[in-house]
């Protein structure tokens, strides 16, 4: 069985705890792999080695550090290929989608090529007599990110290329489900020219998250996962004085207007809703149409759409939708929240429960599910279900629709179908989630804006990537100076004010 261990000062590393997590390949149920959960004595290895490489690195320039990032750009786009073939072989994603995965990540290294210019201080000359001042953003030392299972590339990429950018060094954290490709983007940071232990990848669960919340050296932690996880680790870092960005979990409404082209509303809504067997917390997982006749038009539409999808292992390149989900207890829990539904009352439209599929009968595969007559007060609307099931609830008029997502407690992603600006607009403006499509179902910014939800979607106040990413991972420094030729006054009492 292969074992797969850390990755700590720029080496290969085996898990000394004894403790195992299995890794499946989830288009066939076997286990591949075992990942070594690290115990705190390895975790305190790896900071070791993070806190010693890291004052030379933030002592190298910025543009030789940009240089890093631009070499590690190339090698992503050399080992694409690889990368993605192990991503779902792990994750069960498809390929091409796979490919999203890094190329999304990528984009963020490439951004980060842009850190001198984003490093560039404030100056004010002559802030008084003879007075300068200007602020500087100086790395934070080590930092930290605990990562999720459904993006095993890009969200690492997305923390520790700012981070490294910056002049930190940094601990990866990331899932046990998926542990193969975060290591196989730290070899690619050395071979990049990333000098060893500024790139460090532990692996393991609640053991080393904990090890690096109550570390003092660690000085942030970015975190990515389910809402109960961040908010811990978000009220644990914080409570030992780090700085901390914690995202959570999900519910996104998409709202179709009367005078939406349904056509579209639809496709995207297929997309959006199933694409990653729905395992995105960016995926549309309520429908809201506005009034019946819409409703009953798109749902129309949307059932033989849903009854098409094709699903099967990555191993069918681009002839998939999607794939399994990540474990049989993902599989379970997804099915559980569809019997509930149905029990509690919803219309269960499309039934993908019973999707077997001939020689991958022990996959986690399910088909998709498409509910109508979903309410406010069921489970399978308030839950986030992480899969691929898509709820429509209908709504008599635009403000009963906007109420939806305005009073739900997830605020990640959302999205409005419609052709009317004014309505657009309203929209945009009023609600209260991060993260807005226009015509646009998964409204996932580019690299060089920023990603990050509100309500219990998001816990900090700095979003992930993009200007933000770099505030979050340095500190600011402000020096006033006066030389000599302003010192004609001798000793000042009362503090300095520009009266
Ligand atoms: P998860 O919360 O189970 O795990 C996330 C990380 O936390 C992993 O590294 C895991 O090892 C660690 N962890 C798990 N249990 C822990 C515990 N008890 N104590 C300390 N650490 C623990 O999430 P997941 O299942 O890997 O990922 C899916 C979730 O992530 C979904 O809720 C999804 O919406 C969310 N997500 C959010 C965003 C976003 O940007 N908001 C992006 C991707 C995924």
Known sequence: MQKIGHFIDGKHVEGTSGRFADVYNPATGEVQAQVALASQAEMDAAIASAAAAQPAWAATNPQRRARVMMKFVDLLNRDMDKLAEALSREHGKTLPDAKGDVIRGLEVAEFCIGAPHLLKGEFTEGAGPGIDMYSMRQPLGVVAGITPFNFPAMIPMWKFCPALACGNAFILKPSERDPSVPIMLAELMIEAGLPAGLLNVVNGDKAAVDAILDDETIQAVGFVGSTPIAQYVYSRATASGKRAQCFGGAKNHMIIMPDADLDQAADALVGAG???????????SVAVPVGKSTADALIEK?????????????????????????????????????????????????????FSMQGYEDGFFMGGCLFDNVTKDMDIYKTEIFGPVLSVVRAENYEEAVDLPLSHEYGNGTAIFTRDGDTARDFASRINIGMVGINVPIPVPLAYHTFGGWKKSGFGDLNQHGPDGFKFYTRTKTVTSRWPSGLKDGAEFVIPTMK
């Not at 199933?274 to 549309?284: I, P, S």
């Open 302 to 354: 949307l059932a033989p759409k849903v009854e098409a999808l094709k699903i099967g292992p990555y191993t069918a390149g681009n002839d998939v939708d999607f794939g399994p989900l990540v474990t049989k207890e993902a599989l379970a829990r997804v099915k559980g929240l569809v019997d509930q539904g149905v029990k509690e009352g919803a219309n269960l439209v499309v039934d993908g429960r019973n």
């Open 274 to 284: 199933y694409g990653a067997a729905g395992e995105r917390c960016m995926a549309v």
